[in-house]
């Protein structure tokens, strides 16, 4: 059943496979773990979330590096499925909503997906808009400096809530800040 709301952000963000000493190039890395929510253009509030951790399949062993930046565990993604299938699950939740425009915190996010949709012979599955959360912020305050997440909460005087570099943490937290920004537009 499609809902009539017709408009939505999704913003997503990512974790992915990592390292600190280059053993993983950045063509290697592979997402780990999605999150997403689905913020209600109408009302400003979240009206859905997807979480979904992931089993990498060129580097499937996380370095230390890694499972200490998300806190992700090696558990965690070897219970998991492979993307393949995680991006069956996303699929199947976005059904739900109509009309909406993918979001991130810079282009990454963005560019991980393609990366990974390819390498899994899959179709990318968001269309060509996408919204660069992270430009429109330096825009909103009208500086060229790009901002990390956190330190635009710091700006904007909003807490970081939950775990900094979990997906779906980060995606509520993108989500605060999209909705400040909105909020003091008009």
Known sequence: MKTDISSYFLIIDLEATCSDDNSIPRHKMEIIEIGAVMLNRATW????????????????QLTAFCRELTSISQSDVELAPIFPEAMSSLEKWLESFTNYIFCSWGEYDKKQFIQDCKYHNIAYPFG????????????????SKGFGMAQALQQLGLELKGTH???????RNIAAIFRHMDKNQH
Do not use: C, M, T
């Not at 997807?50 to 580097?59: A, D, L, S």
């Not at 060509?128 to 500086?143: A, M, P, Q, T």
């Not at 570099?165 to 995606?171: N, Y």
């Open 45 to 60: 509030e979240i009206d859905s979330e997807f979480q979904q951790f992931i089993q990498p399949v060129i580097n499937p």
């Open 128 to 143: 060509s808009e996408h919204r660069n959360i992270k430009k429109e912020f330096s825009e909103y305050l009208g500086v």
């Open 165 to 171: 570099h979990r997906g779906i943490d980060d995606a």
